[in-house]
């Protein structure tokens, strides 16, 4: 596998202090501009007081706008992935600078629609992950096993291999300016949520795995998120879990009603 270090890379990011919890909306390809704009709107009063911080994942084409509609409010706005090239000949591709210039601040990668779907591979993340970190925009890298990675006892092994594969190379500063989404690509858009005591079991592994990578500083720092069919009913206790930082949410982000209620849950959690 090609993974090179990061030479020179001494970005340092705003930190979660004391892991508060993040609720990232992924929108994938759903909303025009003018439809993010909208929804924004009508998003923005109800989350106002809230503790959890509301992150949306729009499409590219609907970055600017939503940045604009988000401006007075606290809703932090990022894309759903770019290139790892700084520019270049990749016709319909997009920059890490370019998604900056639009005011995304942050950007998911590795999501498994991006694995399963579009081929991309774990050195193709790492590289991307690097980039995004050289070119100033918060990473959160996406992992999780199939189902059938998951029924043959292989969800660990799967998930050291991913974070490993990824962050190998990848130095401590730039690394606290990332966060991790557990999804198991087996609840994702299904309906099928793993438990609470499955997502915690989980997230306390993948932070022994960062441990291992790095220090057990970096690891009690670095937010977890789940990810997999998160509803308004759910989410409290799964945000309850002592490794569980937040969640990232695709179905139920798409109304303002939904996920309002999800930001609303999470209240008084931590
Ligand atoms: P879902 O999607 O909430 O619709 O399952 C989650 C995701 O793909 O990030």
């Not at 890379?9 to 705003?14: A, V």
């Not at 809703?75 to 759903?80: E, L, M, N, P, T």
């Not at 591709?93 to 999501?111: P, R, Y």
């Not at 990332?178 to 999804?183: G, K, L, N, P, T």
């Amino acid at each position: 596998m090609d993974i090179k270090p990061i030479l020179g890379c001494t970005i340092r990011f705003e930190q979660d202090v004391a892991r508060d919890i993040i609720v990232i909306g992924n929108w994938k390809m759903h909303k025009t501009a003018h439809q993010a704009a909208e929804m924004i709107e009508l998003l923005a009063p109800s989350v106002a007081g809230c503790q959890a911080r509301p992150l949306l994942a729009v499409p590219f084409t609907a970055i600017s706008a939503a940045v604009a509609a988000a401006k007075q409010t606290k809703i932090v706005i990022g894309a759903q992935n770019m290139h790892d090239a700084q520019e270049g000949p990749f016709t319909g591709e997009i920059s890490a600078l370019m998604l900056k210039e639009a005011g995304a601040t942050f950007v998911l990668l590795g999501h498994s629609e991006r694995r399963r779907l579009f081929g991309e591979t774990d050195s193709v993340i790492h590289r991307k992950i690097v980039r995004a970190l050289q070119d100033d925009l918060q990473p959160v890298l996406c992992i999780g096993e199939t189902l059938r990675e998951r029924e043959e006892g292989r969800t660990e092994e799967v998930l050291s291999l991913q974070l490993e594969h990824v962050f190998t190379h990848v130095p401590k500063t730039a690394f606290s300016s990332v966060r991790i989404a557990y999804e198991p690509v087996w609840a994702i858009g299904t309906g099928k949520s793993a438990t609470p005591q499955m997502v915690q079991k989980v997230h306390a592994f993948c932070r022994s795995c960062v441990k291992k990578i790095y220090d057990s500083t970096t690891a009690q720092a670095v937010a977890i998120l789940y990810g997999g069919s998160v509803k308004a009913e759910r989410v409290r206790e799964l945000v309850s879990q002592d490794d569980v930082d937040g969640v990232l949410v695709g179905g139920a982000s798409l109304e303002p009603a939904s996920f309002a209620a999800i930001i609303q849950q999470c209240e008084g959690v931590r």
